[in-house]
């Protein structure tokens, strides 16, 4: 599903991203991680054409990122706050992704009421402008906006961040959910326990190269602590 042929990034000329080639299957559950400033962010702007790599292409489903439009049709992602509209609510914000993606506004109600206890009453009904709520509240709010359109491919930088307990295991389970129902997910973080047990797959980063490229198992959480043991 995607390709990545000789990505590289420099800024102020210092390699900040440097990856020969990588491969993401459809279906497949990646995990990235890597400590602060390893790439991680880059890598995916790179991957969702917000920035233009120094070397080398990213293809999804063999077209160039760059030059075509297809693969925003089937792409779904979260990478920050300013993903989300400031001064809209998030049932203003909601319907207009809807919209976006030719949903009803019944469509959008049905689809938000699956998120009812992942928003644990704190997003729908607050009349309170986006940028009025907490990190981790807007964070819910632009996870579900990037899962509204049933994407193939989900891409979520740092889902984890920012949010209490409780939530982490709803997001657990929901991107769990998204997994068994097929879809592609890549997603960054800093929580090695959460991301090994939603994810298939493991890239490491540092220094913008891949160190491990790993499928999961029994022992990678214990592989990746003694990695990160400083
Ligand atoms: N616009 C920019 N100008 C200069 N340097 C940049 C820019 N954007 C990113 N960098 C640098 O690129 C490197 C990689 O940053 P990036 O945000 O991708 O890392 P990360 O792995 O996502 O880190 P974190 O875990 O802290 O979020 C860092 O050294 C960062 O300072």
Redesign the pocket.
Same mark, same amino acid.
């Given at each position: 599903m995607i390709e990545v042929r000789d990505l590289q #990034?420099n800024? /102020?000329g210092?390699t900040?991203?440097n990856i020969p080639g990588v491969t993401v299957q459809k279906g497949e559950t990646i995990g990235l991680v890597? /400590?602060?400033?390893?790439? #991680?962010?880059?890598?995916f702007?790179m991957i969702l054409d917000l920035?233009r790599p120094t070397h080398g292409q990213v293809f999804s489903k063999g077209e160039n990122v760059r030059s075509t439009e297809d693969w925003k049709q089937y792409t779904g992602s979260h990478l920050d706050e300013g993903f989300l509209i400031d001064f809209l609510t998030p049932e203003e914000y909601f319907n207009f992704i809807g919209k976006l993606n030719g949903l009803t506004p019944g469509d959008v109600q049905a689809f938000l009421d699956r998120f009812r206890d992942f928003f644990n009453g704190e997003i729908l009904e607050q009349r309170k402008y986006i940028r009025d709520f907490s990190k981790g509240n807007q964070k819910k709010v632009g996870v579900a906006a990037g899962v509204m359109s049933d994407p193939e491919l989900l891409i979520l930088?740092?889902p984890f961040a920012n949010l209490d307990p409780s939530s982490q295991i709803r997001l657990k389970s929901l991107l769990k959910d998204l997994k068994r129902q097929g879809m592609t997910l890549l997603i960054?973080s800093?929580d090695l326990s959460h991301v090994i047990e939603v994810c298939d797959r493991i890239v490491l980063?540092e220094k913008?190269q891949v160190i491990e490229d790993m499928q999961t198992d029994e022992t990678t959480l214990q592989q990746l602590e003694s990695y990160f043991t400083v």
């Open positions: #990034k800024y /102020n210092v900040v991203v890597g /400590n602060n400033g390893a790439g #991680k962010t880059t890598f702007r920035i930088d740092e960054s800093h980063l913008g």
